[in-house]
């Protein structure tokens, strides 16, 4: 799918935005607060016209290059700010819901690659599932983004969800969203955990029984900081 911007706009607010809730971090600037800001400049300054609601490929979960991460979880990256490009890639949830990422800025989110025939993503769910319920009313966003096809795997995701007992939002993830993310590596599993400032500051890849659960609630909680 292609997203085009006017003039560099969109890069306009999403630097106000991130001046403005990096100047204003911490429990003086609730939730509330940041979308009052945030709002205003998104209808302002956004214009992003989509050529089709169906153009965005998802990662083809057939693909060679496409496996299932070791069980280990790899050191975390240098922090990096989430790509402006990322954030308003047009998204669907199992439910049929419209969203992006940058619905969600100003919180502390959790991406999760993963695919239902992914042994670790099997394995690691569950932690997630148990992360959400720890954490989800201190304001964390918790996103499953499937990187099968979503015509093709529609069923077996709703079924993953009900199997798994999945309560927090799961999507599918176009190129656009995972290939800039991913990187060089395409395995899965793969977990993001973005700050409210909108940086990478934690990156998973693979899952360890031992390490994954306590490195992410810590991650989790020096996010929230």
């Known amino acids: 799918m292609s997203v085009e911007t006017n003039n560099h706009s969109h890069e306009t607010a999403f630097a106000a935005w991130r001046s403005f809730t990096r100047s204003t971090r911490g429990p003086i600037m609730s939730a509330a607060a940041s979308l009052a800001?945030?709002?205003?400049?998104?209808?302002?300054?956004?214009?992003?016209?989509?050529?089709?609601?169906?153009?965005a490929e998802p990662v083809n979960?057939?693909?060679?290059?496409?496996?299932?991460?070791?069980?280990?979880?790899?050191?975390?990256?240098?922090?990096?700010?989430?790509p402006l490009e990322v954030a308003?890639?047009?998204?669907?949830?199992?439910?049929?819901?419209?969203f992006k990422l940058g619905d969600f800025f100003g919180k502390v989110m959790v991406i999760n690659l993963w695919a239902t025939w992914c042994g670790p993503c099997?394995?690691?769910?569950?932690?997630?599932?148990k992360l959400n319920k720890e954490f989800r009313s201190r304001g964390v966003e918790m996103i499953g983004l499937s990187t099968e096809d979503p015509d093709a795997s529609a069923e077996k995701v709703r079924k993953f969800i009900q199997d798994f007992q999945i309560d927090y939002r799961i999507g599918w993830a176009p190129v656009a969203l995972a290939a800039p993310l991913m990187k060089e590596s395409q395995a899965i599993p793969q977990i993001f955990v973005i700050s409210r400032d909108a940086r990478i500051i934690k990156h998973f890849r693979g899952f360890?029984?031992?390490?994954t659960y306590p490195q992410l609630k810590q991650a989790l909680e020096d996010a929230l900081k």
Request: glycine share 2%; aromatic share 2%.
């Open 61 to 82: 979960a057939n693909a060679s290059a496409l496996a299932a991460a070791p069980t280990v979880t790899a050191a975390p990256p240098a922090i990096t700010d989430l």
């Open 88 to 98: 308003v890639v047009p998204l669907k949830d199992a439910t049929g819901a419209s």
């Open 37 to 55: 800001v945030i709002l205003p400049l998104a209808i302002a300054s956004y214009h992003i016209p989509v050529t089709t609601a169906t153009a």
């Open 208 to 211: 360890s029984p031992a390490n």
């Open 122 to 129: 099997r394995r690691e769910i569950p932690e997630l599932v």
